[in-house]
């Protein structure tokens, strides 16, 4: 059994839906099939969500054409007479649910976080009744019939026992009856409220491991628009080429460190039962793309050069080394995320969007040390772009650091941090934000010199 998720490029257009359908059913063994909204779909609804609670009346403009769009989509790709019938009158229903909230919000002039999990929520719901409708022996689980979350450190988290035992009872039983299953992606249900929740933006990818552990299916498939992860971002690094084979640890650090090709927590489930992941194009079936596997490690060579911006330092300064356990705990408590951390200098690097409540935080945690004087200040250095070098040969290369910071010098571009392993195989610097494109593009030359331009 294979699971293939498809994501909002994939099922954002009549084109592209064909392209679905006919490698789905190419498939020789049963499949599960994850899908995202139809592409920009999310975004329009959190947008027309706010318009409303602002009394902006520009909202119903969007959900017309919200509507049409549907409309078109279902025109092209669902060509059996009643099944059309059926779709649109099971999407009408939905587009009539979004039009009364969207109401209720415009004359409520508030708009919670639990009203905007909600609407989002429609994105998937409606994409994954099309799609299950154009494909022949296909039927539909609906994911917060089985996904649960719980709300931890400020977000909401996979609840695993109860989707677990979810699965096995709702999902489990029709893969024995139909070829293929269709599941949204992206959204589920609070284990104890019961109110629709996601699992984040990307999250789609996230419930197409989820389901996959759970099966130890033979294969996950995340169809995307591109050709698999790249050495580099090719709009930024024009020699950049396909990475063909990576490890679980590769993949997860260049995940962490800005790669969009993968929701990052969607690697954990299938690293822990060994279940490999391709990363293939939707629009470019035959292409080979990148196969993420168990043991898949080069001690000669690297694997790939990414980026997150914006990104910031946070310097800590005081008359004696500041206990950074109490810092870390505090912030991930918090559900802000730290890199770089260098204790011996009192600093570490976090998200541009983290940086005010990640003050807030510090200045809490630590205020009986700045009021005596054991900490001087508790400073951001914003501005900046962080850069990750990936790779198993970085752990028998020696001076990494100084390389990177000699290519970077050689350019004029001044490192505000010294360079830190984030791992065994990952290294990672910052560089102030507008020199990043340079600085990528000189790294790149620099450990990945045999790349051939692409056309």
């Known amino acids: 059994m294979k699971v293939l998720k498809f994501g909002g490029t994939s099922v954002g257009s009549i084109d592209s839906l064909r392209n679905v359908k006919a490698i789905v059913e190419s498939q020789q063994t049963e499949c599960i099939v994850t899908v995202s909204a139809l592409g920009g779909i999310t975004d329009c609804l959190m947008d027309c969500a706010r318009r409303a609670s602002v009394g902006d009346n520009t909202y119903m403009e969007l959900h017309r054409a919200m509507k049409e769009r549907h409309h078109s989509v279902i025109d092209g790709v669902v060509t059996d007479a009643s099944r059309h019938a059926e779709v649109t009158e099971k999407v009408d229903s939905l587009l009539q649910q979004l039009s009364t909230l969207f109401d209720a919000i415009a004359l409520l002039g508030e708009l ?84 629709i929740t996601n699992l984040g933006r990307g999250g789609s990818d996230y419930t197409a491991a989820i389901i996959a552990a759970e099966f130890s299916a033979e294969i996950l498939e995340i169809w995307t628009d591109v050709d698999g992860f790249m050495t580099a971002d090719p709009r930024i690094v024009k020699n950049a080429v396909v990475i063909d084979r990576m490890s679980f640890v590769e993949a997860m650090e260049l995940c962490n460190f800005g790669a969009k090709v993968v929701y990052s927590p969607t690697i954990y489930p299938v690293f822990n039962h060994n279940i490999p992941i391709v990363i293939k194009n939707t629009f470019n079936a035959q292409a080979p793309g990148t196969i993420i596997a168990d043991g898949e490690v080069f001690a000669t060579r690297m694997a790939g050069l990414t980026s997150m911006t914006p990104t910031a330092i946070i310097r800590i300064t005081g008359c004696r080394p500041v206990n950074f356990d109490r810092v870390f705990n505090s912030l991930s408590r918090n559900g802000v995320d730290i890199f770089m951390a260098s204790p011996e200098h009192g600093t570490f690097g976090l998200r541009g969007s983290d940086v005010e409540s990640a003050m807030a935080i510090l200045s809490d945690e630590l205020a009986d040390e700045l009021t005596t004087g054991e900490i001087e200040n508790i400073q951001p250095i914003t501005g900046l772009s962080t850069i990750a070098l990936v790779g198993s040969a970085l752990d028998s290369m020696t001076d990494v650091d100084k390389v990177l910071i000699n290519v970077l010098n050689g350019c004029g571009i001044p490192v505000p941090a010294p360079p830190r392993m984030n791992s065994s195989t990952t290294v990672a610097c910052m560089v102030p934000e507008q020199s990043l494109h340079e600085a990528l593009r000189a790294v790149h030359s620099t450990f990945f010199p045999s790349c051939t331009p692409i056309s």
Request: charged share 25%; proline share 5%.
């Open 112 to 195: 919670t976080q639990r009203t905007m999990d909600l609407i989002v929520s429609y994105g998937e719901r409606m994409s994954c009744v099309i799609v299950c409708n154009m494909l022949s022996d296909a039927a539909l689980c609906y994911s917060p019939d089985f996904i649960r979350t719980r709300f931890r450190f400020g977000k909401h988290v996979l609840a695993p026992e109860a989707t677990s035992k979810l699965i096995a009872q709702i999902v489990a039983p029709k893969l024995k009856t139909h070829r293929t299953i269709v599941v949204p992606g992206f959204i589920a249900r609070d284990e104890d409220s019961g109110k």
